[in-house]
């Protein structure tokens, strides 16, 4: 029997022992031109996008025009 996180004995005490998580393997694949790939691959390309054109709104020039105007 368990309660929060406890183990009781048959006496009805608690046990310092931990409960055991319940373990499973996750078998999707997580490389090659899977959905979670190209769903992270978007989320990356949009926050670069709009990373550029913060960028641009704070300058005023464009990402070539404010790396050679360094």
Same mark, same amino acid.
Request: aromatic residues 12%.
């Given at each position: 029997? =368990? #309660? !929060? +996180?406890?183990?009781?004995?048959?006496?009805?005490? /608690?046990?310092?022992? $931990? &409960?055991?998580?319940? &373990?499973?393997?996750?078998? =999707?694949? !997580?490389?090659?031109?899977?959905?979670? #790939?190209?769903? @992270?691959?978007?989320?990356? $390309?949009?926050?670069?996008?709009?990373?550029?054109? $913060?960028?641009?709104? $704070?300058? +005023?020039? +464009?990402?070539? +025009?404010? @790396?050679?105007? /360094?």
């Amino acid at each position: 029997m =368990t #309660a !929060r +996180g406890y183990t009781t004995d048959e006496f009805n005490k /608690l046990d310092n022992f $931990a &409960v055991e998580p319940k &373990v499973y393997v996750d078998s =999707t694949p !997580r490389f090659g031109f899977t959905e979670y #790939a190209e769903k @992270l691959n978007g989320r990356l $390309a949009m926050i670069g996008f709009v990373s550029l054109v $913060a960028l641009e709104l $704070a300058t +005023g020039h +464009g990402l070539i +025009g404010w @790396l050679t105007s /360094l």
